[in-house]
Every structure is written in structure tokens, then in C-alpha cells.
């Protein structure tokens, strides 16, 4: 099903509160990048899967954990600046997009 105009406009706007809300708040490795990938809020705005991205591949787990633990920070930061009759529950999911690639990359390489 196509989404709709507001919610491509709360997917946009999720994803930037919550990264800068990552970078501020989270004590994250210093070695590492950390990105959000991509926000998919449900058409009622009740939840919204949050897709992080973290390099290198071995501090995934770590920084993941981090943020997994640090939900009520972040929920608490998007209610505040959320305006909205329902603020979307957060749910965090590593995004393997980029792991996958370099599969990819490798593969093709051995050809």
C-alpha cells in the first residue's frame, strides 16, 4: 500500500529528530557510524520501525543494544517535539542493507 503524503512527512521528520537525538544523548563507540537509515510509521502513527545502520559491521550489536536500551530517552524526546494526537511507539531494527552490499561486492569481485 502507497503512503501517504503525512506519513513520508512523519517518516522524514522521525528520522532526523531521532538521529539527532542518537547523536546527542547516546554515548556510542568512538569508532563508529551510526545512521538512520529509514523511519516506516504506520498509517495510524501508533508505531513506526526506526532502521539503524552501524559501521563497522562488529559494533553492531553494541551500538543496536545501546540504542535498544535508550528507547525511553528517544521516545521521550520525539513526544516533546512531536506535535500529534498519537506518538508513535519506537521500535529499532538493524539495518543489514549495507552488509548485504558488501556481499554482493565481494561476490561480483571473485568473478
Same mark, same amino acid.
Given at each position: 500500500m502507497p503512503k501517504t503524503l503525512r506519513? %513520508?512527512?512523519? /517518516?522524514?521528520? #522521525? +528520522? /532526523?529528530? *531521532?538521529? %539527532? @537525538? *542518537?547523536? +546527542?544523548? *547516546?554515548?556510542? =563507540? /568512538? /569508532?563508529? #557510524?551510526? @545512521?538512520?537509515? @529509514?523511519?516506516?510509521?504506520? =498509517?495510524? #502513527? @501508533?508505531?513506526?520501525?526506526?532502521? *539503524?545502520?552501524?559501521l563497522p559491521i562488529d559494533q553492531q550489536i553494541i551500538v543496536i543494544g545501546k540504542i535498544v536500551r535508550s528507547r525511553k530517552t528517544l521516545q521521550k524526546e520525539v513526544a516533546k517535539k512531536f506535535k500529534s494526537k498519537h506518538i508513535p511507539i519506537l521500535t529499532f531494527v538493524a539495518d543489514s542493507r549495507g552488509e548485504k552490499a558488501s556481499q554482493i561486492s565481494s561476490l561480483l569481485d571473485e568473478i
Amino acid at each position: 500500500m502507497p503512503k501517504t503524503l503525512r506519513q %513520508e512527512k512523519v /517518516n522524514s521528520f #522521525l +528520522k /532526523n529528530l *531521532i538521529a %539527532e @537525538t *542518537i547523536n +546527542k544523548e *547516546i554515548d556510542l =563507540p /568512538n /569508532n563508529c #557510524l551510526v @545512521t538512520v537509515t @529509514t523511519v516506516d510509521v504506520a =498509517p495510524d #502513527l @501508533t508505531q513506526a520501525n526506526v532502521f *539503524i545502520s552501524v559501521l563497522p559491521i562488529d559494533q553492531q550489536i553494541i551500538v543496536i543494544g545501546k540504542i535498544v536500551r535508550s528507547r525511553k530517552t528517544l521516545q521521550k524526546e520525539v513526544a516533546k517535539k512531536f506535535k500529534s494526537k498519537h506518538i508513535p511507539i519506537l521500535t529499532f531494527v538493524a539495518d543489514s542493507r549495507g552488509e548485504k552490499a558488501s556481499q554482493i561486492s565481494s561476490l561480483l569481485d571473485e568473478i
